[in-house]
């Protein structure tokens, strides 16, 4: 079996263990499906990421270890000479969102974001890629050749009840969700700065970020600056066959098997950031699945010694200042009076990222928040403890992703946290320009604004538990 994805770190897995199941077929991918220990960790509620899918649908076959068993099955014969174009694996895995909850929360570690990617991969040689992992998997293309056109059909599409339901038919997109509509206008990166008090960073803006919330982007920039920061934002390189495109770290491809894409993004990035990395300047992320992908999935692209070297000089902007509090960084914020629940991304905490989350909004004086307390509806009953949580906000209160999303049907807004530290002589008019940016209370020392940008909330979880 030819794999798309390198599956080397498991070569040494099993060997002199009569019981480690490992199936007769695929090689060190077999491996990485066999590492599981069947303890079903993963058929639990309760705090903890792992298995989102089987939370929500209360089903075993919704598991990581169901999982794992039907691989087992496909790669040992039992599902006939092609596994990969058969109903049985595509169902097992069909509510699998890619969280990698089971990465960090399983004790075998089962990587089913991997296995799954190299599952799609296969599918896609033998049955040809969807249309609608086309669309989605291209998005950084789409947006980043033809943002303005892109904009007009999407607003056109939420607009219209007949291109919902034509959508929703040939491309499987829900009528009744909305799609995230581009910005107006892209992300402009600005010249960049000499190096700062605190020396220089570069800057990796994702494609969301560059194309559907640049003020986010604009947010960090203002930030790192106030820290005492110079700022370079990352470039595709000199002799970038696509000069114009911003830098995508290729997650949409991997997440609907497209591996070779994936890994021309992936070298894009490396190619970019070759001086930051040489030079030994830290890169900040903003998107937790984009700069967690280049941490993790990166070593299974097959893309040499860069990649370690890379995975140690990025952070996301919240670990980076995290980290930077503990030599000198201080930044003087104003009082927020304002609660919140904070809602963090599933690779944050598979990663275990989320404790930096909380220690930076713990900067802002009276700002109040709850981590983790958003929960997924199904059938109007409430799955885990605390549901009411939203319901409980007060009028002000928010409810703040840590990543971008798209469309819910809470009742409250969804909104990104960002710091944002304009200068003091212009600090007033930046935090009140934009119906995405609420201003901080007043007082003495600094401008400080709690950076937030509408979220229309993606939850695939519910997308899919409506088939039940």
């Not at 097992?92 to 089971?102: A, F, N, P, R, T």
């Not at 960049?192 to 494609?207: E, H, K, M, N, Y």
């Not at 509806?377 to 939203?390: C, P, V, Y």
């Amino acid at each position: 079996m030819k794999t798309h994805l390198d599956w080397s770190a498991y070569d040494t897995y099993g060997i002199g263990d009569a019981f480690s199941g490992v199936p007769i077929t695929g090689g060190n991918y077999a491996k990485a499906v066999a590492v599981c220990m069947h303890n079903r960790e993963c058929q639990r509620e309760g705090r903890g990421v792992m298995c989102p899918s089987f939370r929500i649908t209360c089903d075993p076959a919704h598991s990581t270890e169901a999982r794992v068993a039907a691989f087992k099955a496909a790669l040992n014969g039992d599902l006939g000479p092609s596994p990969f174009t058969g109903p049985e694996l595509a169902a097992s895995l069909d509510l699998c969102v890619l969280c990698k909850g089971c990465k960090k929360e399983c004790p075998s570690a089962v990587d089913m974001t991997l296995i799954k990617t190299e599952f799609l991969a296969q599918r896609n040689d033998l049955m040809g890629v969807r249309r609608r992992s086309r669309l989605l998997g291209g998005l950084p293309a789409w947006v980043g050749h033809w943002h303005r056109p892109v904009r007009a059909l999407v607003r056109w599409r939420n607009r219209s009840p007949l291109l919902r339901k034509a959508a929703e038919k040939f491309l499987g997109l829900a009528a009744r969700r909305r799609i995230p509509v581009p910005a107006a206008a892209s992300f402009r990166p600005p010249a960049p700065t000499p190096a700062g008090s605190r020396g220089q960073v570069v800057l990796f803006v994702d494609t969301f970020a560059h194309h559907f919330e640049p003020e986010i982007a604009e947010a960090a920039l203002e930030v790192l600056k106030a820290a005492g920061y110079g700022v370079t934002v990352a470039r595709p390189a000199s002799g970038d066959s696509e000069p114009d495109r911003s830098l995508c770290c290729g997650r949409t491809y991997l997440s609907t098997g497209q591996v070779e894409k994936a890994r021309a993004e992936a070298r894009r990035v490396l190619a970019a950031l070759a001086p930051a990395l040489e030079a030994g300047i830290p890169i900040i992320g903003l998107e937790p699945s984009c700069l967690l992908s280049m941490r993790d999935e990166f070593y299974s692209l097959g893309l040499g010694a860069e990649v370690a070297r890379l995975g140690k000089q990025i952070f996301l902007l919240e670990e980076f200042l995290a980290r930077e509090s503990h030599r000198g960084l201080t930044l003087p914020l104003k009082p927020l009076p304002c609660k919140a629940l904070i809602h963090g991304h599933c690779h944050q905490k598979a990663f275990g990222t989320m404790k930096s989350m909380r220690k930076v909004l713990g900067w802002i004086p009276d700002f109040q928040f709850e981590p983790d307390r958003v929960v997924v509806l199904r059938h109007g009953r409430r799955l885990r403890a605390g549901g009411g949580a939203l319901r409980r906000l007060p009028g002000h209160g928010r409810a703040v992703a840590a990543a971008h999303r798209a469309g819910g049907r809470a009742g409250h807004r969804h909104r990104r946290q960002r710091l944002l530290l304009p200068p003091p002589d212009r600090g007033r008019g930046r935090a009140q320009a934009g119906s995405h940016r609420r201003a901080a209370a007043s007082g003495a020392g600094g401008v400080g604004v709690v950076k937030t940008a509408r979220r229309e909330n993606i939850c695939k979880e519910v997308v899919h538990a409506r088939r039940q």
